[in-house]
């Protein structure tokens, strides 16, 4: 069994999505011949916490942990909400005061590659000590926050062992970064750190293949799609929703906001009594105010139900009990290489699928192969308001389903075959 050294910033408690790609990795590996170790942060700055993960880590897995000075904690001073929101990596492109202007070009150009930079130096010593006395076979570098690869690169001339990075999300191409007001000088040395990761890496793990295309462009390294995906629930007590709910799991921030669906429902809220009065739609997670004054525009408040965060295994719930799933990306050209993770949640579910975001999505690519629903771009308005007709038509005659197929190969357990493959070999 080959020893593996896993260096993640998010781990339980974390909450979100950033947590469970590794977190499932770990729980997994085993079984394909891999014995994880895990490093993270003693004391982290998680901007959500979701306690029921750490169940899920198996109890004789090796955590290693080291302090880490979170220079979040001293920003909350001056704003603890747009700490939050910069810590998570969202950004607004809305007006923005000067305290924030002040706080992005910080974060862009004093800490490069990120805020969490300060953690590098200690936990390469922290970790060289380690390996010495307890050899490791290879080590795995995961993020954002993408400082955590100058972790593995230090390691990789120090100690001379084989290092995977790990990409959840681009470094440079992230729809974010032209957001941090990065000078010239700290463009490109966000440019050079990238490459010198990707050239350095005895392999790279992406998971879309956009961002595996654009990594060709800097490196020869080779390059694995490995996508996010679900754990396979034992069976869920729940109740579909008797009202005609689309849920949108996750954030729901001021540029990811789909008029263009507010739009139609509300055109056909106004044509269809019976369809207002059925009409629910759910939302878990952080919504903002934007979002919400454009749903009031287009008189939906009083359809609509704001969960704020609940825990996955709610979210999950909801996922399960809702007639129709909603998932949106920015409508950028940046997000085109973003699947969220919610999706392969929501193919677990097998319940239909409405997606937005940008032409030529990965996201939508999934969609299609797995005929789990239907994708549109932000001016698909006469298509998006066809499907949700048929959709609703399909919800009152009670034969509202989806069909999809070959979902399982995004399976947890899959997935982390496929990754363990690259760890043996």
């Not at 770990?26 to 895990?38: D, L, Q």
């Not at 669906?261 to 997670?285: H, M, P, R, Y």
């Not at 999505?361 to 998006?384: C, H, N, P, Q």
């Given at each position: 069994m ?15 999505p ?11 590996f ?14 982290p700055n ?17 955590v ?7 220079p ?7 704003s603890k909400?747009?700490?939050?929101q910069?810590?998570?990596?969202i950004?607004s ?7 924030e202007k ?8 004093f ?20 390996i010495?006395e307890?050899?490791?076979d290879?080590?795995i ?10 972790i ?7 100690v ?7 990409f ?23 440019k050079e ?15 879309s ?14 390059i ?5 995906g679900f ?35 509300a055109?056909?809220c ?10 629910q ?7 903002s ?21 609940v ?18 990306e ?7 290489a ?9 193919l677990?579910?097998?319940r239909p ?7 030529e ?15 549109f771009s ?32 995004y ?6 075959k ?6 043996l070999?």
């Amino acid at each position: 069994m080959k020893r593996a050294l896993i260096i993640t910033y998010y781990w339980p408690p974390a909450g979100g999505p950033g947590v469970q790609r590794w977190l499932k990795f770990v729980k997994y590996f085993r079984e394909f011949g891999v014995e994880p170790i895990v490093y993270a942060p003693e004391n982290p700055n998680y901007p959500l916490v979701d306690e029921n993960f750490s169940s899920e880590i198996p109890s004789d897995v090796e955590v290693l942990k080291h302090p880490i000075k979170e220079p979040y904690r001293f920003a909350k001073i001056f704003s603890k909400k747009k700490t939050k929101q910069i810590s998570s990596g969202i950004i607004s492109k809305k007006e923005i005061s000067v305290m924030e202007k002040l706080m992005l070009y910080v974060r862009g150009n004093f800490f490069i590659p990120d805020a969490r930079i300060g953690w590098v130096k200690p936990s390469v010593a922290f970790l060289s000590k380690y390996i010495v006395e307890n050899p490791v076979d290879i080590i795995i570098t995961t993020g954002p926050p993408h400082s955590l690869h100058l972790i593995g690169m230090q390691l990789k001339k120090k100690v001379n062992v084989k290092w995977i990075a790990d990409f959840r999300d681009p470094w440079t191409t992230i729809h974010y970064h032209k957001s941090l007001r990065l000078s010239k000088s700290s463009a490109r040395k966000h440019k050079e750190l990238e490459a010198a990761v990707l050239k350095l890496a005895d392999n790279i793990t992406v998971t879309s293949p956009t961002t595996k295309k654009e990594f060709e462009m800097i490196t020869k390294t080779p390059i694995a799609v490995i996508t996010n995906g679900f754990d396979i629930s034992e069976e869920m007590d729940f109740v579909m929703d008797s009202t005609f709910s689309i849920s949108h799991i996750g954030s729901l921030l001021s540029e990811r906001n789909p008029e263009v669906l507010w739009k139609v429902l509300a055109e056909i809220c106004k044509d269809n009594t019976s369809f207002k009065k059925d009409l629910q739609l759910k939302f878990a997670g952080a919504v903002s105010d934007e979002v919400k004054q454009s749903l009031d525009s287009f008189k939906l408040l009083e359809n609509c139900e704001f969960f704020g965060y609940v825990s996955h295994s709610e979210a999950l719930k909801m996922q399960y009990q809702s007639q129709v799933l909603l998932i949106v990306e920015i409508n950028s050209a940046e997000t085109r290489a973003i699947i969220p993770g919610k999706l392969f949640e929501y193919l677990a579910a097998k319940r239909p699928i409405i997606a937005l975001g940008p032409k030529e999505s990965d996201m939508e690519a999934i969609i299609v192969e797995t005929k789990s629903g239907r994708f549109f771009s932000y001016w698909d308005d006469d298509e998006l308001k066809a499907e949700i007709l048929q959709l609703y038509e399909e919800f009152k005659s009670g034969d509202l389903k989806t069909t999809s197929e070959g979902i399982e190969k995004y399976s947890r357990r899959e997935l982390t075959k496929q990754m363990a493959s690259l760890i043996l070999n």
